[in-house]
């Protein structure tokens, strides 16, 4: 038998188009629309009501797109430290400094659950059973996706 993550709850997290403020809405009361708390801009959820959300997302619940990945659901620079300091550390430890952080990140890639990102808008869906039908990051799809037109500078 396997032992499974505490279940979180559903909720999404992305940036405000207006101010770049970090949004968070959690999914599990009533469906009201998500408030910025930096510049106060209302914004409608896309897909299906809070109290209505699905145990797993096809669709971003903010824009509507649907093309997601996965990925653990870790902080990137957090990791990026722990080997940082592993290989700073690695000389007078001998290498056992990296055999250490090699073995916390499989601990924690086994423990930790997996968040659901849009290729368009970004928003981080947390909380919902893991959808087979969304892969790892593919960049290809990610630059077929990418709306922003490219500025050619000389």
Known sequence: ???????????????????????????EGP????VCPGCGRASALAGPGAGDS?????????????RLYR????????GLGVFA????LSVPTWGLSL???????LLLYALLGDVTICYGCGAQHRGFERN???????????EAVDREPRAVRG
């Open 1 to 27: 038998m396997t032992a499974r993550a505490p279940r979180r709850k559903r909720s999404i997290a992305f940036v405000c188009e207006g101010c770049d403020t970090p949004t968070y809405q959690g999914l």
């Open 31 to 34: 469906s009201a629309p998500v």
């Open 54 to 66: 699905p145990r797993r997302v096809d669709r971003c619940l903010r824009c509507g797109l649907d």
């Open 71 to 78: 990925q653990k659901d870790f902080n990137r620079k957090i």
């Open 85 to 88: 300091v592993a290989a700073i």
């Open 99 to 105: 055999l250490a952080a090699t073995s916390i990140d």
């Open 132 to 142: 087979p039908a969304h892969a790892p990051f593919d960049l290809h799809i990610a």
